[in-house]
């Protein structure tokens, strides 16, 4: 009995890995752009921030050179709770919402900021962390999908810096291939792609439809969730990048993760019944990447399996040449879908750091069993 369970749970986790090298080939296309829109929409640019002195003020200033109209959208800063100068900053050229106390977490603060200033039937949110940086056709490209037909869209999340720590170039290098892996090759598909956080753009109708933004500790995730099962997917725009900090050290990098980690599985409870019951190819995808672990830590775990099988043969592993293919499959499959993306030669040779962000899986979900509160991920600016 106990042979037939690991067999099977083996075949499984190949069954998982060769899942998604399959959907990550549809990424390889890139899709043109839709035409030009009258960019006439009205969208409201709101930037939560929590004593982000170091890096807001880049950002305002990006805001400033946007290629939009400049009576098409108005910029607030929401300061939450803030103790150094951010609000000080903010008000040379943004509008602000103080939040003085209240719930932690961007959903919450957002939630608040909605309450008290709701949107307009013909608004559009667009939310953007403080330590972003944008080009000059972010809002425009926005608008331009907007008048396509979409109501929730997320842009392509770059890294402002690889180069500051190998922590920050094994994030930049699993965020750039994850962007064309999963998010563009599920938008091929005609399937929802995954909100960011920071970069996304909401209509008021999509967001009535959802009952607002949630306190959950990934609120991006769960609010793209709820939005796929009300029939508004998340649209994902590859060709206009947005860039933002990476955690530069080990201790910085667990403890988001554990974050991450602890809110995907609540909202895994939550939702994953109904994602099932919608019986519709994209949710059904959805509820199987809200279960499974991340994609590099799959790699390891192939890793760890071949050297087991190989060393120790028994009827209760799967061959260990098999192993060793499905290993290689996973971590070689990344470095085409890297160059596709322009990726730096550069990076590229550093590809087997990489594998800090598979090691910090198992860390970072224990952690996540003791500590449920809010992180805010420090910013250090330039």
């Not at 770059?158 to 170039?169: F, H, L, Y």
Request: one cysteine or more.
């Amino acid at each position: 009995m106990l042979e037939i369970l690991s067999i099977a749970l083996q075949a499984l986790l190949v069954t998982v890995v060769l899942y998604n090298l399959g959907v990550a080939v549809m990424g390889w296309h890139t899709p043109p752009p839709p035409a030009v829109g009258n960019r006439q929409r009205r969208l409201r640019v709101v930037i939560p921030a929590h004593d982000e002195e170091a890096v807001i003020s880049d950002l305002l200033d990006d805001l400033v050179l946007q290629d939009y109209p400049a009576d098409g959208f108005e910029v607030w800063v929401l300061a939450d709770r803030c103790h150094d100068r951010t609000v000080e900053i903010a008000r040379s050229s943004a509008l602000v919402a103080e939040r003085l106390e209240g719930q932690d977490g961007k959903g919450a603060a957002l939630a608040w900021y909605l309450e008290h200033r709701p949107l307009d039937g013909d608004d559009t949110l667009v939310v953007i962390d403080a330590d972003n940086r944008l080009p000059a056709g972010f809002l425009g490209r926005i608008s331009d999908e907007l008048d396509a037909g979409a109501t929730v869209v997320q842009t392509y999340l770059d890294t402002a810096n690889p180069d500051v720590s190998p922590m920050a170039t094994a994030s930049a290098l699993s965020y750039w291939a994850s962007n064309r892996m999963v998010q563009l090759a599920r938008h091929n598909l005609g399937w929802p792609a995954d909100l960011g956080g920071t970069g996304m753009a909401l209509t008021a109708t999509a967001i009535e439809a959802v009952g607002g933004f949630g306190s959950s500790l990934t609120e991006d995730q769960e609010l793209g969730v709820k939005l796929a099962l009300a029939g508004h997917p998340v649209r994902w725009i590859h060709d206009i990048r947005i860039r933002d900090e990476k955690p530069q050290s080990l201790g910085v990098a667990v403890r988001q993760r554990a974050r991450w980690a602890t809110g995907r599985a609540h909202v895994a409870r939550r939702h994953f019944g109904a994602l099932l019951r919608s019986r519709r190819p994209g949710t059904t995808d959805l509820a199987a990447r809200l279960v499974q672990p991340g994609r590099t830590f799959l790699a390891l775990l192939t890793v760890i399996l071949t050297g087991v099988a190989a060393l120790w043969p028994s009827g209760y592993l799967l061959s260990w040449p098999l192993w060793m293919s499905v290993a290689l499959l996973q971590f070689l499959a990344p470095l085409p879908f890297l160059a596709r993306d322009g990726v730096e030669s550069r990076y590229l040779l550093r590809y087997p750091i990489l594998t800090l962000v598979g090691i910090l899986y198992l860390p970072a979900r224990v952690m996540g069993l003791f500590s449920r509160g809010w992180y805010h991920t420090p910013h250090e600016g330039d």
